[in-house]
T-cell receptor, first 112, second 114 residues
Framework: SQKIEQNSEALNIQEGKTATLTCNYT??????LQWYRQDPGRGPVFLLL?????KEKRKERLKVTFDTTLKQSLFHITASQPADSATYLC???????????FGGGTRLMVKP | DSGVTQTPKHLITATGQRVTLRCSPR?????VYWYQQSLDQGLQFLIQ???????AKGNILERFSAQQFPDLHSELNLSSLELGDSALYFC?????????????FGPGTRLTVL
């Protein structure tokens, strides 16, 4: 069955460093991969979308890579700030593109 | 603020009961999605409507049903509630039918079944 894995352990980093979060998937051929941010008790907020034929996407301090051979996406936040502390979710959809499958999320804690 | 509204914010009910959750999408969005988020299952897609018609179905139980009305608001009906139905229920909306369209999530309804 389809499986999307994100590190369930919290990632603790120092302010100013680069945070790197991983999303691995199996038994899936996604056409699109999205990253969302979720704060406690609130709805997810869309950050970035990357297509299967794109290797990398950037938006301000955010960078996403998508390796369909490794079946992995990496999500980077450069110059991290305490305000970046949240849970980050990756989500995949196939070519039919009518259903998002979410990973379990990784909690990021940025310490001042 | 995403522009998606959900009511009520909190709901406490007993096993066996029936509840209705309501969602109003962002102005201009025709697609509405419903998700369930629990601690052990993560965020699970339940169902999608586009302009009043069902478009995709995920892990939605037979006890659950949804509909989208002509004014595009949507309701999720949960019946014969069980303890395991306790979760956060999110509604999201997007412009089109495809999930590569950015989805805007509402604040959620926290359902507690006692």
């Amino acid at each position: 069955s389809q499986k999307i894995e994100q590190n369930s352990e919290a990632l603790n980093i120092q302010e100013g460093k680069t945070a790197t979060l991983t999303c691995n998937y199996t038994n899936y051929s996604p056409a699109y991969l999205q990253w969302y941010r979720q704060d406690p008790g609130r709805g997810p907020v869309f950050l970035l979308l990357i297509r299967e034929n794109e290797k990398e996407k950037r938006k301000e301090r955010l960078k996403v890579t998508f390796d369909t051979t490794l079946k992995q996406s990496l999500f980077h936040i450069t110059a991290s700030q305490p305000a970046d502390s949240a849970t980050y979710l990756c989500a995949l959809s196939n070519n039919a593109g009518n259903m998002l499958t979410f990973g379990g999320g990784t909690r990021l804690m940025v310490k001042p | 603020d995403s522009g998606v509204t959900q009511t009520p914010k909190h709901l406490i009910t007993a096993t066996g009961q029936r509840v209705t959750l309501r969602c109003s999408p962002r102005s201009g969005d025709l697609s509405v999605y419903w998700y369930q988020q629990s601690l052990d299952q993560g965020l699970q897609f339940l169902i999608q409507y586009y302009n009043g018609e069902e478009r995709a179905k995920g892990n939605i139980l037979e006890r659950f049903s949804a509909q989208q009305f002509p004014d595009l608001h949507s309701e999720l009906n949960l019946s014969s509630l069980e303890l395991g139905d306790s979760a956060l229920y999110f509604c999201a909306s997007s412009v089109g039918t495809r999930t590569y369209n950015e989805q805007f999530f509402g604040p959620g309804t926290r359902l507690t079944v006692l």
